[in-house]
């Protein structure tokens, strides 16, 4: 199949969108940003100024004024509007994503397409609100009383490398139906993704200051929550980060939503059918180049078919094949960076080190015209131990490690006390009394019953537990927690 083509090669300096106006940034720090698939660069972008990022608050907080004010109807035709404007859009969205990130254009479609679902349901709960709020007539004589919802203000909404666009959307869409306003600080690993949605919003006609994007880094990210006129703080990304924000949150008495890492298990009964795992182990390991939040590299084989999967998994790994992601054939792109491909290394050798064995080594791929591309082929380990660091640590890269359980007893002994994260586990069976039990007894907020990804639906919070999740409210609908107060008025009028 033949190549798509990319919509610009270069990007230019990326620029600052501050007050409805995008600008170039005065910053005397421009960095990279590489096509991972050639290693080319395709943008350059500053590291925004203290100054620039107090504009962008500064902004953001006067559009607060005034957003908070638009009323119900046309905030949500706002909204609808910005549906309309991604769906026009979807086709460059996910080529840049893909050229930017290093996805298959496959995987970049899905990820965009979750990115509208999430405007969908922000448009959901905009009418919620209605509903939501609630009225007692006659209280007590003469006295009634009644509940609104009211935004807070202008929130950081901080996002990750791996998910640039649909980060994007698990919060902002869901301030903007609240009330509140924007400052988007993105990963420095995809910039260009960032700019893309940004400028497919900037379209839309929300009130100048609504949305603001800042290329910053944690010191930006910290001096922007430090502001008195930011409410809060979103994110996904690393529970390092998140804890750095909770404890700066708590200093300043501001609410957060702090997705971190997570350990994901993948659990295989011997009752299920193992072509089907084969398959669907492929898009839970090796998926996104293994990048994904929901992704796992635990596969705990119960019982005594530990060869037969691994024959039929191998099988299956080793015919993937990897290259560019707007080739529609590649089945497994690039690592996002190189310094995230050389993490992935050093976290095999140490699951080496650590007593795990080689099945399927794809450490030094070959991938033709590519040869300056971040690439790692998928990579199978066994004899994996429960006890080990890496069996505790995402290794976030295509890799798979089988581990022998004796029954599910073991294997849900390992998920719930071997890790400090719960943020999904997933169980392949025939067996509905197994998964039931399974469902409620594994410490993780996101279960899969035969299904690669626990994926939550736009409208379903991103349930992750432990230290997968730190704050006051989850990321997707439930972020409408974070962006809106409670208010209870008691009036007497006789």
Same mark, same amino acid.
Request: with cysteine; charged share 25%; proline share 5%.
């Given at each position: 199949?033949? #190549? ?24 005397? !720090? ?44 046309? =905030?949500?035709?706002? #909204? ?215 992704? /796992? ?8 078919? @530990? ?56 450490? !030094? ?8 591309? @971040? ?47 719960? @943020? ?51 990321? =997707?609908?439930? /972020?409408?927690? #974070? ?12």
């Amino acid at each position: 199949m033949a #190549l798509i083509p990319e919509v610009q090669e270069h990007y230019g300096t990326l620029e600052q969108f501050i007050g409805g106006e995008w600008a170039p940034s005065r910053s005397a !720090d421009v960095r990279e940003t590489t096509n991972p698939a050639t290693g080319e660069a395709i943008a350059a972008y500053p590291q925004a100024t203290t100054e620039e990022a107090r504009a962008a608050v500064e902004a953001a907080d006067r559009a607060y004024g005034v957003w908070r004010d638009v009323c119900l109807r046309d =905030r949500a035709r706002l #909204l609808f509007d910005l549906r309309a404007k991604l769906e026009e859009r979807f086709d460059r969205l996910t080529r840049i994503l893909s050229q930017d990130h290093g996805r298959t254009i496959g995987e970049a479609r899905g990820s965009v397409r979750r990115v509208i679902e999430n405007v969908e349901s922000a448009c959901s709960a905009a009418y919620r609100l209605v509903r939501d709020n609630e009225h007692l007539d006659q209280l007590a004589t003469g006295i009634d009383q009644y509940l609104v919802y009211e935004p807070l203000g202008a929130f950081l909404i901080i996002t990750p490398g791996n998910i640039p666009m649909h980060a994007w959307s698990s919060f902002v869409p869901y301030a903007l139906a609240a009330g509140c306003t924007v400052v988007v600080s993105p990963s420095r690993q995809d910039p260009v993704a960032a700019d893309a949605i940004t400028r497919a919003a900037a379209e839309v006609g929300f009130p100048p200051g609504t949305i603001n994007l800042v290329h910053g880094g944690r010191a930006i990210n910290r001096f922007i929550l430090d502001q008195p006129e930011i409410q809060g703080v979103g994110l996904i990304g690393s529970t390092a980060a998140a804890w750095d924000l909770h404890r700066q949150c708590g200093e300043l008495g501001k609410p957060s939503s702090l997705n971190g890492n997570g350990k994901n298990n993948v659990v295989v009964m011997p009752d299920a059918d193992l072509d089907q795992v084969a398959q669907w182990l492929l898009r839970s390991c090796f998926g996104m180049g293994g990048q994904r939040c929901l992704g /796992s590299d635990n596969v705990i084989v119960v019982g005594d078919r @530990h060869d037969e999967l691994k024959e039929r998994f191998v099988a299956a790994a080793r015919g993937m094949r990897l290259g560019y992601g707007l080739d529609e054939d590649t089945e497994l792109g690039p690592m996002c960076t190189l310094a995230g491909k050389e993490k992935v290394l050093a976290w095999i050798d140490r699951a080496l080190a650590e007593g795990a064995k080689v099945v399927l080594d794809g450490r !030094d791929p070959a991938v033709p015209g590519y040869e300056n591309g @971040h690439f790692l082929a998928p990579t199978i380990l066994e004899d994996g131990n429960p006890d080990a660091q890496t069996a505790k640590e995402e290794s976030f890269g295509p890799v798979a490690v089988l581990m022998r359980a004796s029954g599910l007893d073991e294997a849900l002994d390992w998920i719930n006390n071997k890790t400090l994260y719960g @943020h999904s586990a997933c169980i392949f069976t025939a067996s509905g009394k197994t998964a039931r039990r399974f469902t409620r007894e594994a410490l993780v907020g996101n279960v899969g019953v035969n299904v690669a990804v626990p994926q939550p639906y736009a409208f379903f919070p991103l349930g992750s537990k432990r230290e997968s999740f730190l704050g006051t409210a989850k990321s =997707r609908m439930a /972020s409408m927690r #974070l962006f809106l107060d409670e208010k209870t008025v008691t009036a007497r009028w006789v």
